[in-house]
């Protein structure tokens, strides 16, 4: 019988980190796909809950929140967007017109939205994450902005107008803190993480190869 996985992939819209980790987790998946099945969802974490809907500068953000220079900050800033371009994703640089990659955001709403399109598919819900994700770091649109995650829900095939009409509410708001908080109190404090059937914890944008490991060994102990 062929090994069944289930996958918690617990993450924010605005972590680069966690885009490079699901794009190293999706190769794993590729590779072991004769092996075992596996099912993806996407848990909410918000790295700034308190951030304001308008954000904040970036480097301003990072310089401020983990005491660097804004000189690391861009040397971080440029290795992240060399791990994203192995990945087969393109981070932009940020630009100084006060585009949406030059700024951090609030993402409650985009989880919000995410749990809404999980109700509605796995898949659904997985091809809204990765949309969101380029619409950010790639396209530097705001994932603060309604009209955004409404038409980037359209353009993925949900409905654009029920997209809106959830956004417009406060539906799933409970749902979604409610996941947040169960996250926190299993110990998870940074994103991305990876939990394997409730159990196994896997910290960190990993390289594919760690995921393949663990996802086998996790499957061979059933």
């Not at 401020?64 to 393109?90: C, H, M, W």
């Not at 809106?164 to 169960?182: I, K």
């Not at 190869?209 to 996790?218: D, G, S, T, W």
Request: hydrophobic share 40%; charged share 25%; aromatic share 8%.
């Amino acid at each position: 019988m062929t090994p069944s996985l289930k996958i918690d992939f617990v993450s924010d819209i605005s972590c680069p980190w966690c885009v490079i980790g699901l794009k190293s987790l999706e190769q794993a998946l590729e590779r072991v796909a004769g092996d075992m099945t596996a099912t993806l969802h996407f848990q909410p974490f918000e790295l700034n809950p308190q951030m304001p809907l308008e954000g904040q500068e970036i480097t301003e953000h990072i310089t401020e929140k983990y005491g660097i220079t804004p000189a690391q900050a861009d040397a971080n800033r440029e290795n992240i967007r060399l791990r994203g371009e192995s990945v087969g994703f393109t981070f932009s640089k940020a630009d100084q017109r006060g585009g949406g990659r030059s700024r951090i955001y609030n993402t409650f709403d985009a989880h919000r939205l995410l749990h809404w399109a999980g109700l509605e598919g796995a898949e659904q819900q997985k091809a809204l994450k990765e949309a969101l994700f380029k619409a950010y770091f790639t396209e530097g649109q705001s994932p603060a902005s309604h009209e955004v995650l409404a038409r980037v829900a359209g353009e993925v095939g949900l409905d654009a107008a029920q997209a809106r009409e959830v956004l417009a509410s406060d539906d799933y708001a409970d749902e979604v803190r409610e996941r947040e908080a169960f996250y926190q109190s299993q110990g998870i404090h940074s994103v991305p993480a990876v939990v394997i059937n409730d159990r196994h914890l896997i910290s960190g944008g990993q390289p594919a190869e760690v995921f393949e490991q663990a996802l086998r060994q996790i499957a061979a102990a059933g």
